[in-house]
């Protein structure tokens, strides 16, 4: 694999993300401002005072020139300085060795306290909005990193193909033939796409590519695909020799903003979804929105429904383009995000706030046999959910309609289909891994910014 250099505005957090980043990816990280004051013995501060920027170009240029040429370069991160690439032979050479990936500046306002933290620290000061024109003249972009405890989540745009990410790709057959540009030079396995394959059939069939390619415990995997790719490539790789680190490379809208965060990896049985399973987080998630463009519109559809979800836990309206951009899933997954952090194995209780439109809608999914998407399941969930909530005095009347308007708004499904029936789904329901004898624990949606767990009997 080629090296990774992390570049953007002075406080953007280039050396934090770059040293999550080369610990996830097992790779050395350098600090180029390091390496400056490594070499010549002097502080930045002091370089400037003692002959200004010119003369501390000439020694970033000549630093950034040794440090590419040490053995093994190629198998590293680098965080460069705010205004390293503006010399163009930098830029050039930079280039030609790897990725570089620009870090999105944050806020005026947390710029600003990012720079007051460590006063005196950039003699240049925030340059964010002088190099405004340089730093978009940069393609392949990070929008926001996530740190979890053992994961990194980097949502970002035109990362690059994943040529050296992991030993083995394994990639279903619907993002493969999509985006085949991604997966070019690596050693890959296709495993079929859809939900009715997430089973153990298709597990048992991955442990038979691990050990075909004689995936070991110091080995890493990667899953490219859908959410169903991802829970299964993620529970291969947490019992494959008890336990392998995996890297998650989400492909749909779905993928990017639910299955890609969080650590759940499992499969489903015939009395129910997601039955069988583990929590074992990828190492790194690279969420390239980039990769939204080849989606139908429908898939693009089905991922909304996640999304407002999410505005619906966080109590915020649900806005984002029609192909969402980099940002908008970084906002929207950062209420995932922020609750994964507080309950992580979900063991007390927040985390089953993201179940919101789950109960119903699992039991949506395996009643049409998958006929129904999962996407579209959760928005019918959603608002049969608030209807629940309004029946039982925790919503407003107005409400579930009012929910319904906004799925619909985005050309998804809130009625449960002819023929099927709440009483239809109660049995399946029982099955659900939120139950004690017939009483399941439901995620209710009853106003916006409140979702509120409720045991409800189902006798």
């Known amino acids: ?25 097992g790779k050395t990280f350098f600090d180029l401002d390091s390496e400056i004051e490594a070499k010549s013995h002097k502080t930045i501060p002091a370089i400037f005072e003692e002959g200004g920027e010119a003369l501390f170009r000439s020694i970033e240029k000549e630093t950034l020139r040794e440090l590419t040429q040490k053995k093994n370069f190629s198998d590293s991160v680098v965080s460069l300085g705010g205004g390293t690439l503006l010399d163009p032979e930098n830029r050039k050479l930079t280039e030609s060795l790897g990725l570089v990936w620009l870090l999105e500046a944050p806020s005026k306002e947390e710029l600003e306290k990012r720079f007051q933290r460590n006063p005196g620290a950039r003699p240049l000061g925030n340059k964010a909005e002088e190099r405004k024109e340089h730093y978009a003249s940069f393609k392949s972009r990070i929008a926001k990193a996530f740190a979890l405890p053992t994961s990194l989540v980097i949502v970002g745009e035109a990362m690059g193909d994943l040529n050296g990410f992991a030993k083995l790709v394994i990639a279903d057959t619907n993002a493969a033939n999509c985006q085949p540009e991604a997966l070019k030079d690596t050693a890959l396995e296709l495993i079929p796409s859809g939900e009715e394959f997430k089973n153990i059939s298709t597990i048992e069939k991955i442990w038979g590519i691990l050990n075909d390619h004689a995936i070991g415990r110091k080995d890493t995997i990667a899953s490219f695909g859908g959410g169903v790719t991802s829970d299964l490539v993620g529970f291969a790789a947490a019992t494959w020799m008890r336990g392998i680190d995996w890297i998650n490379f989400p492909t749909t809208l779905l993928a990017m903003v639910d299955a890609s965060t969080g650590g759940k990896t499992g499969c489903d049985l015939a009395i129910g979804k997601n039955l069988v399973g583990a929590f074992h987080s990828p190492r790194l998630v690279l969420i390239d929105a980039e990769r939204l463009k080849t989606l139908p519109v429908k898939e693009l559809k089905v991922g909304k429904a996640e999304m407002i979800k999410h505005a619906l836990i966080k109590g915020s309206e649900p806005k984002f383009s029609e192909i969402p951009t980099a940002r908008e899933i970084a906002d929207n997954l950062q209420v995932k995000v922020d609750i994964v952090r507080e309950d992580p194995f979900e063991r007390c209780g927040r985390r089953i706030l993201l179940n919101c439109g789950h109960t119903v809608g699992h039991a949506l999914e395996l009643k049409s046999n998958f006929a129904i998407s999962h996407g579209e399941a959760v928005a019918i969930g ?44 109660k049995l399946i329901m029982r099955r659900d891994k939120k139950r004690s004898g017939n009483t399941v624990t439901f995620s209710l949606p009853c106003a916006w910014g409140s979702v509120t767990a409720t045991k409800i009997s189902l006798e």
């Open 1 to 25: 694999m080629s090296a990774i250099f992390l570049y953007g505005p002075p406080a953007s957090g280039k050396t934090t993300v770059g040293k999550n980043l080369a610990l996830s990816l």
């Open 382 to 425: 959603c608002v049969e959910e608030a209807r629940i909530a309004q029946r039982m005095g925790l919503a407003k009347d107005s409400f579930p309609e009012e929910l319904s308007e906004i799925f619909s708004a985005h050309g998804l499904p809130t009625k449960l289909p002819e023929g099927i029936t709440l009483d239809d789904l």
